[in-house]
């Protein structure tokens, strides 16, 4: 009998494991187990590889191997238990689990393979149970089974008490290995997310090449590879607010790292100040010799539009190595800030220069507006935005009156009085290229 107190795991184990002591199967099996410990072994690799493509498909080296030692170290353990061993912790199969983790190997083949290995072991069990039984005992459970008692439920339960013996021990071994695969995975992801979040802090803040340890790392991550372009993404929700959310802030992360899985780019994303952060890498030529790639921020675009409506996003101008990335960042900050619901996606590239030099003098301009811009402001917010209308559609027709009043569908003779107006206003003539450039140019400055 075994009276060592199991852990909660193995308490149906240990129950099982004790009816099988009160039959006497339990030590007296054991001999019988040893005489076919040379045929289980293959018959039990043979259900597993039969049954579960994964053991095959895998181009892991070490997967077949541990495979057959895992098969081996589940007969020593049912050898040892059926000797009268007591149930233990099982840290074979924690073993065995954690490197399968580490290996990315799928959890449920493993759990499949367990279910496999049943087939093979529970049979191997039953015979040297029956057989270690006293011969009176075997021949009385034959006559109950051609008797139409299958199971044996004599005096002696035998066969039901090994069934549910094999059972317990499958189970055991697959919430065993579940739970430590998991807790595993879990503690590979944390590690992992701490070295991407490292890694994209130096990338994106910029690195000293005289850092020995900087360098290090980022050629151990394959940054310093030659031929290398960069592109930094930024991405929030359309609501900021929604970036507090630490799902919400996930589910983009893992959006912006699936679109370009169908390309040979690099991601790195994680979050950054309530904004998520991508750099993308690629080749941008194989060799000297070879043409280059397309624009890697050319080659990104379109994957990233797969984000949906609800996501605003700032892009790049392609980086030519680590050292410019941070660069990079300021392109793609200074891009998202010009994305809207209307234009979701702005390349940096794409910006025009007026708009970025009133992206970067804005403030500036602000206290120090003309004079009449006040009075300006005032009557167009009393005809209803008309005199600012006017003055862009203006611009946009080279100043030409007759084609903006068509654009506006306005009579030419309206559009010549508001021109009076603004200079009545102002002083400055709108048609006139250097004043327009100043009226239009005091209007986008200032605040909203």
């Not at 970025?356 to 804005?362: E, F, P, Q």
Request: charged content about 20%.
């Amino acid at each position: 009998m075994v009276t060592d107190s199991p852990t909660d795991t193995g308490l149906s184990l240990q129950r099982a494991l004790g009816r099988l002591g009160a039959l006497g199967v339990v030590p007296r099996a054991a001999p019988w187990l040893d005489k076919s410990l040379h045929e289980v072994a293959p018959r039990l690799r043979a259900a597993v590889l039969a049954e579960v493509p994964a053991f095959s498909t895998s181009r892991n080296p070490e997967v077949l191997p541990d495979l057959e030692r895992h098969a081996d170290e589940h007969i020593a353990e049912l050898r040892r238990l059926m000797a009268g061993g007591p149930v233990g912790d099982f840290e074979f199969v924690r073993a065995h689990a954690r490197a399968r983790a580490a290996h990315r190997f799928p959890l449920e083949a493993t759990l499949h393979a367990y279910r496999c290995g049943h087939k093979a072991l529970a049979p191997w069990l039953a015979q040297a149970a029956m057989a270690a039984s006293a011969p009176t005992t075997a021949a009385r459970a034959g006559r109950q089974v051609r008797q139409g008692d299958p199971l044996g439920q004599g005096a002696e339960p035998i066969a039901p008490a090994i069934a549910d013996f094999a059972m317990e021990y499958t189970s055991t071994i697959g919430i065993v290995a579940a739970a430590e695969y998991v807790a595993h995975t879990r503690v590979l992801a944390e590690a992992e997310g701490d070295r991407r979040t490292e890694l994209l802090g130096i990338l994106v803040s910029g690195y000293d090449e005289a850092d020995a340890r900087v360098a290090r790392l980022l050629k151990r991550a394959g940054y310093l590879e030659q031929r290398l372009s960069f592109c930094v993404a930024l991405a929030q929700s359309t609501d900021p607010l929604e970036m507090e959310n630490p799902a919400r802030a996930l589910r983009i992360v893992q959006a912006m790292t699936e679109a370009v899985a169908a390309l040979s780019v690099r991601a790195l994303v994680g979050v950054r100040g309530n904004v998520v952060v991508a750099v993308y890498s690629d080749v941008r030529r194989t060799s000297g010799w070879t043409a280059p790639q397309a624009r890697l921020a050319d080659r990104i675009r379109a994957p990233l539009l797969t984000l949906g409506p609800a996501v605003l996003i700032g892009l790049s101008s392609d980086q030519p190595s680590t050292s410019f990335i941070p660069r990079g960042l300021h392109e793609a900050t200074v891009a998202l800030d010009f994305a809207n619901v209307a234009e979701r996606l702005v390349p940096f590239s794409e910006l025009p220069i007026r708009r970025l030099l009133i992206h970067r003098g804005a403030d500036y301009v602000q206290s120090a507006l003309p004079v009449w811009f006040d009075a300006l402001r005032e009557a167009d917010a009393k005809a209803n935005g008309a005199l600012l209308k006017t003055l862009r559609s203006l611009a946009d027709a080279d100043m030409n009156v007759q084609r903006a009043a068509r654009e506006l569908r306005v009579h030419a003779n309206t559009l010549y009085a508001r021109i009076e107006r603004i200079n009545d206003l102002t002083g400055l003539n709108a048609q006139r290229y250097h004043d327009l450039t100043h009226l239009l140019l005091a209007a986008d400055c200032a605040p909203a």
